[in-house]
Nanobody
Framework: QVQLVESGGGLVQAGGSLNLSCVAS????????MGWFRQAPGKEREFVAT????????YYKPAVLGRFTISRDDARSTMYLQMNSLKPEDTAVYYC???????????????WGQGTQVTVSS
């Protein structure tokens, strides 16, 4: 069983930055594919970014490409999402996801965190 705990959300003005963290436990972190998803009020949960178990492959939702950077630190069992040039439309609850099987952009990850709120004011 994998436990995931996100942190780093908050309120920021448009153009600002936030760095989200996701700490994993209960599984060998280096064998997990990791991802970030988000859900805005009244909308379905959507893919944001993913990083492979090896850390060599990343993929982003086109709307965040060039603004967000996903990374992982296996020594700390932690994944990060550095978010720059934030826009009001980035406002959502951000969820960390993990799976021993590569899930890429699919929301079918087996393990999820509780979410952290990101609010971007205009």
């Amino acid at each position: 069983q994998v436990q995931l705990v996100e942190s780093g959300g908050g309120l920021v003005q448009a153009g600002g930055s936030l760095n989200l963290s996701c700490v994993a436990s209960g599984h060998t972190f280096g064998s997990l594919t990791m991802g970030w998803f988000r859900q805005a009020p009244g909308k379905e949960r959507e893919f944001v970014a993913t990083v492979s178990a090896s850390g060599y492959s990343t993929y982003y939702k086109p709307a965040v490409l060039g603004r967000f950077t996903i990374s992982r630190d296996d020594a700390r069992s932690t994944m990060y999402l550095q978010m720059n040039s934030l826009k009001p439309e980035d406002t959502a609850v951000y969820y960390c996801a993990a799976d021993p099987i590569t899930r890429a952009t699919s929301p079918s990850y087996n393990y999820w965190g509780q979410g952290t709120q990101v609010t971007v004011s205009s």
